[in-house]
């Protein structure tokens, strides 16, 4: 009673300490999360490393890609040449940075694909519902029926071949996963308190479902496009290994490969490298949207 009293202690309040940890700004926790994890820093530095090489290839490569010099043929990786050269003395190393920006423009065009008719197509079956619903996925169910790679295939064989066929097949073949994920998280949202609440004030349903529903069931749907951009990295590789890509002298990732297995006994780093480069880049992808989804907000 004497210390309520006490003007001195009225007016200099000493605060007493916490038993709870204590606060942590943004960026040191940012920090903490990141040395806990030197794996997801090495992907992370993977990934800026491709993305630069494919807007700024003459960065890291300032040579032609479609340069050959005989007298430097299938020379193993050294100090001259970090991949080594390829069968008609081109640099490997100058063609896989160079071709970061094409493997990555196909990969680019997939993912959207994928991500823009899939979440529509989730979205309007999981906020209509009823026979609109029924009907959109049973064509999902019919795209899951059926193996990626050759749903790919029999739609490239009917736009042709090339970067950009290849990319929207592949695009096509993965519309299923998100229309599924899209629907479920519309669902989930569609039956919230603060949607019941827009649609009894009367607000019309194309504002609630731009304003309410798509926001918030998005999240999820960004996740999977990030995973499915590793995925879909291997599957324009793979068609491009096939030769359904651009035409050489390109140099698509799995066109490099598909060029260096035929030298795999006299020159393997033909092969090699561009295939290390590949699953390089999509275990740092998978790495990155591993530490999205959901890793980040257990770590506090």
Same mark, same amino acid.
């Given at each position: 009673?004497?210390?309520? %009293?006490?003007?001195r202690?009225?007016a200099d309040?000493t605060?007493t300490?916490?038993?709870?940890?204590?606060p942590?700004?943004g960026r040191?926790?940012?920090?903490r999360?990141?040395r806990?994890?030197p794996?997801?820093? !090495?992907?992370?530095l993977?990934?800026?490393?491709?993305?630069?090489?494919?807007?700024f290839? &003459?960065l890291?490569?300032?040579?032609d890609?479609t340069?050959a010099?005989?007298?430097?043929?299938? %020379?193993p990786?050294?100090?001259g040449h970090w991949f080594? $050269?390829?069968?008609?003395?081109?640099?490997?190393?100058?063609r896989?940075?160079?071709?970061?920006?094409?493997?990555?423009?196909?990969?680019l065009?997939?993912?959207a694909?994928a991500?823009?008719?899939?979440g529509l197509?989730?979205?309007?079956a999981?906020?209509v519902?009823g026979w609109?619903?029924e009907? %959109?996925?049973?064509?999902?169910?019919? +795209?899951?029926?059926i193996p990626?790679?050759? +749903?790919a295939l029999?739609l490239i064989?009917?736009l042709g *071949?090339?970067? $950009?066929?290849v990319?929207?097949?592949v695009?096509?073949?993965s519309? &299923?996963? *998100?229309a599924?994920?899209?629907?479920?998280?519309?669902m989930r949202?569609?039956? $919230?308190?603060y949607?019941?609440?827009?649609?009894a004030?009367?607000?019309?349903?194309w504002?609630?479902?731009?304003r309410?529903?798509?926001p918030?069931?998005a999240?999820?749907?960004?996740? %999977?496009?990030?995973? @499915?951009?590793?995925? /879909?990295i291997?599957?324009?590789?793979s +068609?491009?290994?096939l030769g359904y890509g /651009?035409?050489?002298? /390109?140099? @698509?990732?799995?066109?490099?490969?598909?060029?260096g297995?035929?030298?795999? &006994?006299t020159a393997?780093?033909?092969?090699a490298m561009?295939?290390l480069?590949?699953a &390089? $880049? !999509?275990?740092?992808?998978?790495?990155?949207?591993?530490?999205?989804?959901?890793?980040?907000?257990?770590?506090r």
């Amino acid at each position: 009673m004497t210390d309520l %009293l006490d003007p001195r202690t009225a007016a200099d309040p000493t605060p007493t300490p916490s038993s709870g940890r204590p606060p942590t700004t943004g960026r040191a926790r940012l920090g903490r999360f990141l040395r806990r994890r030197p794996g997801l820093v !090495v992907s992370i530095l993977v990934i800026v490393f491709v993305l630069v090489s494919a807007v700024f290839p &003459a960065l890291f490569a300032p040579g032609d890609p479609t340069l050959a010099v005989p007298r430097q043929r299938s %020379l193993p990786p050294g100090p001259g040449h970090w991949f080594g $050269t390829d069968y008609l003395g081109r640099d490997v190393w100058t063609r896989v940075v160079h071709g970061t920006s094409l493997s990555l423009q196909a990969t680019l065009i997939a993912v959207a694909v994928a991500l823009v008719v899939g979440g529509l197509i989730g979205l309007l079956a999981g906020f209509v519902g009823g026979w609109v619903d029924e009907v %959109l996925m049973r064509v999902v169910d019919v +795209l899951l029926a059926i193996p990626p790679i050759l +749903l790919a295939l029999a739609l490239i064989a009917a736009l042709g *071949f090339g970067t $950009t066929n290849v990319a929207i097949a592949v695009g096509v073949a993965s519309v &299923a996963q *998100f229309a599924r994920v899209m629907r479920a998280e519309t669902m989930r949202i569609r039956g $919230t308190v603060y949607v019941e609440a827009a649609r009894a004030v009367g607000t019309r349903w194309w504002v609630t479902l731009g304003r309410h529903v798509l926001p918030n069931a998005a999240g999820p749907v960004l996740v %999977l496009a990030v995973l @499915e951009f590793g995925l /879909a990295i291997l599957a324009v590789s793979s +068609l491009s290994f096939l030769g359904y890509g /651009a035409p050489p002298p /390109a140099p @698509e990732w799995g066109s490099l490969v598909s060029e260096g297995r035929n030298y795999l &006994a006299t020159a393997w780093w033909m092969c090699a490298m561009p295939g290390l480069t590949i699953a &390089a $880049t !999509v275990l740092s992808v998978n790495r990155v949207s591993k530490a999205l989804d959901g890793e980040w907000g257990r770590d506090r």
